[in-house]
């Protein structure tokens, strides 16, 4: 009933650029934060960065004056523009949100995830 779909990973060299896009579609009725997760191999999820619906910001520490998230409140869409990639940066990076639909019967809350896309930097 609600699905999250990415856009926008590749393979870049280092200190590119890259914009990830992840839209929310379903009966959504409202979506309150929306973020963005990175899962390197062999290492745990973590936190890139995330955004509230009236768009306050939370960054990692090693992507603060790098990366900028964003969000069309209109669109039910979260962007994040990577810039000055490095090779650590190399993971999948998972779109995340916390949402209110409805299953035609009840307004539900849950939280969702994108099936991932791949972004990797070379040196």
């Known amino acids: 009933q609600v699905q999250l779909v990415e856009s926008g990973g590749g393979l870049v060299q280092a200190g590119e650029s890259l914009r990830l896009s992840c839209a929310a579609s379903?009966?959504?009725?409202?979506?309150?934060?929306m973020g963005w997760y990175r899962q390197a191999p062999g290492k745990q999820r973590e936190l890139v960065a995330d955004?509230?619906?009236?768009?306050?910001?939370n960054y990692a520490d090693s992507v603060k004056g790098r990366f900028t998230i964003s969000r069309d409140n209109a669109k039910n869409t979260v962007y994040l523009q990577m810039n000055s990639l490095k090779p650590e940066d190399t993971a999948v990076y998972y779109c995340?949100?916390?949402?209110?639909?409805?299953?035609?019967?009840?307004?539900?809350?849950?939280?969702?995830w994108g099936q991932g896309t791949q972004v990797t930097v070379s040196s």
């Open positions: 955004i509230t619906t009236g768009g306050s910001t």
């Open positions: 379903g009966s959504i009725f409202s979506i309150n934060t």
């Open positions: 995340n949100a916390d949402l209110v639909y409805y299953s035609g019967r009840y307004y539900t809350s849950g939280n969702y």
